[in-house]
Nanobody, 124 residues
């Protein structure tokens, strides 16, 4: 079993920044790919970013490319999402997820474990 706990969400003005964290426990975190997804009210959960087991490969949704950065610290069993130049349309619950593979992608079905989510609200 894997437990994923997100933190770092909150309320921020447009143009501001937030850094989300996701702490993992229960399995060898460093062996697996991680991802971030988000879900706005009334919308489907959508892909944001993913990072490979080593951190050497990253991939982003077009909507966040150039503004968000995913990273990981395997010594701390934690993955991060640095969000800059935030927009009101970034408002959503953000979820981290773990894929029991070394490299993952943008499909929800690829991920095996999910956190409970953290709310990010961007005011205009």
């Amino acid at each position: 079993q894997v437990q994923l706990v997100e933190s770092g969400g909150g309320l921020v003005q447009a143009g501001g920044s937030l850094r989300l964290s996701c702490a993992a426990s229960g399995r060898t975190f460093s062996s697996y790919a991680m991802g971030w997804f988000r879900q706005a009210p009334g919308k489907e959960r959508e892909f944001v970013a993913t990072i490979s087991w080593s951190g050497g490969n990253t991939y982003y949704a077009d909507s966040v490319k150039g503004r968000f950065t995913i990273s990981r610290d395997n010594a701390k069993n934690t993955v991060y999402l640095q969000m800059n130049s935030l927009k009101p349309e970034d408002t959503a619950v953000y979820y981290c997820a773990l894929d029991l593979s070394e490299v993952s992608g943008n499909a929800r079905a690829m991920y095996d474990y999910w956190g409970q989510g953290t709310q990010v609200t961007v005011s205009s």
